[in-house]
């Protein structure tokens, strides 16, 4: 953990190089997964159970193994103890209403020269979601990525899930069932991502691909950007808590290692004007790590990433905010609505005291798929809209053509292209 | 070009082959890209300056070299012939019009247990803009890229375009005026992609880089996407017309030949039902060929890339029409609207006879950098939301928590990820 004053001389060039820091693995997969999705874009089906059993030791000789039925998924429903179910349909129910508030509107309207001009929203037809295998397999990301798909109106909904060894995770598949996923495909890593996106004999292509992975993973909807509509590239996650100095130190502790203990390489930040607050946190932080189960995680991600900045003024920390433009951030001050007010660049913003970010990863209803590594100065949580397209249309009548007909053609001789301007004057005849 | 029957035995064939065609240059520019961009990230400026002497004969050795300075865009705008001036400005004045229709609008909203919910949009800081140099600098280009980023409140909008032995291009130049562009750089090619990126002494970054460009400025952004925020990965262009009977070949021949006039790789598409218009319509092209100044680049593409498909009815239009997912069609048929509610996929769709698709280029409103290469399935065009992004964000009072937050500490259990449960349990004690 780094401990910084703004106060004192050295503060910009340590919080710059913070700033600049991308935290993120420089494992080069870039060949590897190119000739994985040269691989399976030639041989399909015949690549991706070579790849199947060589990376997760699960054979795909027999059909049955390819998929896994509704059938299995309702049961795994049906298994889970009531209270966890219970827990798992009020997630889905409040995810469902909170991107149902963001279907977008179509536009349809006739100008003042007579044009009629708009915009149609449509679902794309079919959408795919990584769910990775193992350890990262979280029902709650499952529940994030399918439901803003079905509420979008895609009919198709296809998730690829690697199965190590023929291994299925429960819940995983429970939460498929509450989100209604309509194929489930026992195949992961790149070979996944390349199968979805091109298509093989066994699973038709789809449009969009979605949901978290591994480097591998990452590096293929990378490379197959453009060949099918992906969400953001996600990168190393992030909580920021700027915090006054009237709270619980325990809160705060608990919140940043809510972050660290997802990946060594997350990143905890707290900015106080308080020096007492800061170092109960420390303590805090440093007690409750003794009991976690996931101690060794947080542990690395606090002593490697942690970060702690302490303001002269809490009005300096709207501009420092925006410099780390995290994921995620906590506002723990008397008046949160007057800092977010400030503040322009953060992924998801959690307002007051009663809102830990947990709260948001599970069951508040805002997407927790974020924009992490500084880009939420430019992208957005995943939403209905990644899952949709707009048509824009334009309906000239003879007399809006007439009106407007003679500038364009005057344009099109300035930029060179006689055949756009002949298309409209061959009309105003 | 070539004419296909959906009523002969190989058609399903012929016609699936089009569509997979992707019709894009195998330029592998790969690696020169990523050194290129390597040595703007490492030496800034110095690397810039090389590279603009070397690709573009342009020095900038002196300071004053590096800038186009708004003085320079009025005095090109004031020096227009004023029937050019006037189409500029209303083809800005339609453009911005259309896209404050665009503008989303927040949320903010308290649910039934009294959590407030809502996501709030913001422009990004700064974005970038390529305009080509030379034949392909179009000042409808930077109309359509700058104006939906200044009516989303872009506050620094930056235009990057190489000026090749120093040459700049006057209505460019107007254009940048009118649009209200605040600064123009003098560098192209993947280095100016990756000055904007990265940012330089002399160029602060952006967050978000748009516009069209060739291979390298491309594959450039490309490889820069997660950096900073892109537009879509541009390919060839396309048109569609789908017309009946009731129609005059010459408007149809100069619709076709208006797309085949930008590069040999576009691809204009006709589907009709009528035989005899088909012929007319090949007729009308042959004949308009002779004309042309662009005919060169126009006959080359319908030779290659040029596609006339006979339809028993045109009830089979809808279906192929989705196939093509063409960045434009026309519907010249008697109900184009019912023609355009079985359409699923295209960029923009032009209603009626009245409607060519060079309207839609230079002044109908919409936007005209629009999804490519079958894209449309996935894509949009593009729209004030390329330069804005969405804040969720979640305020719990107290009880709210206390309603919720049990279903999520039973989820993070499940999850095995104890610092998110506890992040909730400690506060409700």
Redo the contacts between chains.
Sequence with gaps: MQLLRTSEPNFETQFDRIVRDRRESDVDVQRDVAAILTEVRERGDEALAEYSLRFDGHDLAAEENWRISPEACKAAYDNLEP??R???N??AD?IR??HE??LPED?D?T?SIG???G?RW?P??AAGLYVPGG?AA???SLLMNAIPAKVAGVERLVVVTPTPKGQTNP?VLAAAHVARVDEIWRIGGAQAVAALAYGTDRIPRV??VTGPGNAWVAEAK?QL??V??ID??A?PSEILVIADKDN?P??IA??L??Q???DPTSQSILITDDELLARQVQNSIDH?LMK???AAT?KASWDQHGLIVIVENLDQAPALADRLAAEHAELMVAD??AL?DKL????????????????????????HV??T?R???????L?V?DFM??????????A??AA??P??V???D???????????S??LK
Aim: proline share 5%; glycine share 8%; net charge neutral.
């Design positions: 209270e966890l219970d827990a798992l009020l997630a409040r209403s909170y508030n963001q536009r309207y100008d044009m009629r001009l915009a449509l794309v037809d350890r979280y029902p709650s819940l449009d969009v990378r950007y453009g099918v509509g953001m590239v990168g619980d325990d809160w608990a919140d290692l809510s660290a203990e997802h409750a976690l189960t996931t947080a949160p609505q977010f322009r660049h953060a992924g998801s913003v959690f307002l007051g005291k009663h809102t830990p970010e947990a709260v948001g990863d599970y069951i508040a209803g805002p997407n974020l924009p590594g880009r939420a100065r430019f992208a957005s949580g939403s809209l397209k707009r048509t824009s249309f334009i309906d000239a009548s003879d809006a053509l407007i007909g500038a364009a005057r344009l099109a300035a930029e060179g292209l006689p055949a756009h301007a002949l298309s409209i061959v009309r």
